[in-house]
């Protein structure tokens, strides 16, 4: 199963403007302690692409990310 969605994820490095961009929005949400950098990472990630989908096991961070974002990330629970 994990290489089933591996084949359908997008593997990126992080440069410096998605590490800032995710620091940016961590901080946003007023949670930046309680919220991991991978988790930032991810968002930032998605914020980069228009209607991006994240699919998680953690959606509260997730979407307390998401939400910092002017484009639309959908959160799903998986």
């Known amino acids: 199963m994990t290489n089933r969605i591996l084949r359908a994820c997008q593997v990126r490095d992080v440069g410096e403007l998605v590490a800032r961009t995710a620091a940016q929005m961590r901080t946003a ?3 930046a302690e309680s919220i991991s950098a991978v ?3 991810v968002a930032a990630h ?3 692409t ?3 989908i994240v ?3 953690d959606p509260e961070d997730l979407t307390a990310l998401a939400d910092t974002a002017p484009p639309s990330i959908v ?3 998986m």
Do not use: I, N, Y
Request: net charge neutral.
């Open 75 to 77: 959160v799903v629970r």
């Open 55 to 57: 699919l998680t096991s």
């Open 50 to 52: 228009p209607e991006s």
């Open 29 to 31: 949400t007023g949670r």
């Open 46 to 48: 998605a914020a980069s």
């Open 39 to 41: 988790d930032a990472v």
